[in-house]
T-cell receptor, first 114, second 110 residues
Framework: DAGVIQSPRHEVTEMGQEVTLRCKPI?????LFWYRQTMMRGLELLIY????????DSGMPEDRFSAKMPNASFSTLKIQPSEPRDSAVYFC????????????FGQGTRLTVV | SQQGEEDPQALSIQEGENATMNCSYK?????LQWYRQNSGRGLVHLIL?????REKHSGRLRVTLDTSKKSSSLLITASRAADTASYFC??????????FGKGTRLHILP
């Protein structure tokens, strides 16, 4: 398996634009996590899905953020409209989330909003 | 919100020495995990210890868990230059959520 695949690796966009980050989890994994990493706040859990269903989105900073998982092999995190304070590295991770197992991370998307 | 908190925030040691990092957390957990992150890369899972376990070993890694104190430690023995990275503890909660601390930056000096 190629691991968790995220795209794009880098994204530079202007304030106000819509940004869509993509993630392909490891085949067979049933939990998917979106995290945001910044120097100030560390690694924050934004939302996680179990069996394609959003379980907890309490970490989503505001209504500008939305996430979907239309099937077991694909998820998106959308920011609309984007703001400079959204600049961060966004990680997607997946796990076989039964009774707690480790998460496998993608390489991340470095987002810069100017 | 952060669940785990690592201590120290940064650690520099000589190659060959042992490195110890600590983690404290707040709520009941299903398991506790340690991850490593090299600069500019994703996190890599190192070891998982379940709430009913007290100690676990994997190669040069030794993890302890004290659920009464809500704390864990990661020991890296005979450190190498390649161990330079950030290390994160993460709590696996009963609803399968995984929450990370802010990490310890470990620097191995040659």
């Amino acid at each position: 398996d190629a691991g968790v695949i995220q795209s794009p690796r880098h994204e530079v966009t202007e304030m106000g634009q819509e940004v869509t980050l993509r993630c392909k989890p490891i085949s067979g994994h049933n939990s998917l996590f979106w995290y945001r990493q910044t120097m100030m706040r560390g690694l924050e859990l934004l939302i996680y899905f179990n069996n394609n269903v959003p379980i907890d989105d309490s970490g989503m900073p505001e209504d500008r953020f939305s996430a979907k998982m239309p099937n077991a092999s694909f998820s998106t995190l959308k920011i609309q409209p984007s703001e400079p304070r959204d600049s961060a590295v966004y990680f997607c991770a997946s796990s076989f989330g039964v009774l707690g197992t480790e998460a496998f991370f993608g390489q991340g998307t470095r987002l810069t909003v100017v | 919100s952060q669940q785990g908190e690592e201590d120290p925030q940064a650690l520099s040691i000589q190659e060959g020495e042992n490195a110890t990092m600590n983690c404290s957390y707040k709520t009941s957990i299903n398991n506790l995990q340690w991850y490593r992150q090299n600069s500019g890369r994703g996190l890599v899972h190192l070891i998982l210890i379940r709430s009913n376990e007290r100690e676990k070993h994997s190669g040069r890694l030794r993890v302890t868990l004290d659920t009464s104190k809500k704390s864990s430690s990661l020991l890296i023995t005979a450190s190498r230059a390649a161990d330079t990275a950030s290390y994160f503890c993460a709590t696996g909660l009963r609803d399968d959520k995984i929450i990370f601390g802010k990490g310890t930056r470990l620097h191995i000096l040659p």
